[in-house]
């Protein structure tokens, strides 16, 4: 398989210096300068790749949605059984450590916020969001299968998921959030929720 192309490559060094000055300043602050000057390329070759900011942002939502599954795999190989698959894909989202982007947290949820103000960005966050959903339902459903337990596997997937968007936006805009903690807990609560159930 040959190497990537100069133009991946390119994109790509812009898409994630898009990342770190999102990270650090914001849908605003990350100026079409601002990400040339990251990426250590002039102005000019950054719009010889992509026409404009808009443009950038949604290869930015696919390159985080990439990061997240990328991370997810590497996680799962390492885990065993049904259990241990969700749970990979719960760290992949959550957990600091081996893979962690933090600055990615950062830059999903300023996407987010801009979905709310562009109609093409909006359908685009949304179709992550609905594929981010159904591979969560997935790992749940025969979890809550083997556990013999009659929980709605997509009703779960989506409380799971708001948990998780919650945990986003707490831990980039407050100190609510310990550091770490997030990836724990959310498995410490799902254990609880499906042991709960088997009792009944």
Do not use: C
Request: glycine share 8%; charged share 25%.
């Amino acid at each position: 398989m040959g190497r990537p192309s100069n133009a991946v490559q390119r994109r790509l060094q812009i898409v994630d210096a898009t990342l770190r000055v999102m990270a650090r300043t914001g849908f605003d602050g990350a100026s079409v300068q601002a990400i040339a000057k990251e990426a250590g390329l002039s102005a000019g070759l950054l719009h010889h790749h992509f026409d404009n900011k808009s443009q950038i942002l949604h290869a930015l939502l696919d390159h985080l949605e990439g990061l997240a599954r990328a991370r997810h795999e590497a996680l799962a190989a390492r885990r065993r059984g049904d259990w241990g698959r969700l749970e990979a894909w719960i760290d992949a989202h959550l957990a600091v450590g081996e893979g962690a982007r933090p600055e990615a947290t950062a830059a999903w949820v300023w996407i987010g916020a801009q979905a709310l103000k562009d109609e093409a960005l909006r359908a685009r966050y949304q179709a992550v969001v609905q594929r981010r959903l159904d591979e969560l339902t997935a790992l749940l459903d025969p979890v809550l299968r083997a556990q013999e337990v009659r929980l709605d596997a997509h009703a779960l997937a989506v409380t799971t998921l708001a948990t998780i968007e919650g945990y986003y936006q707490l831990a980039t805009s407050t100190a609510v959030v310990d550091p770490g903690s997030a990836a724990p807990q959310l498995r410490r609560w799902l254990r609880r929720t499906v042991g709960g159930q088997r009792r009944r």
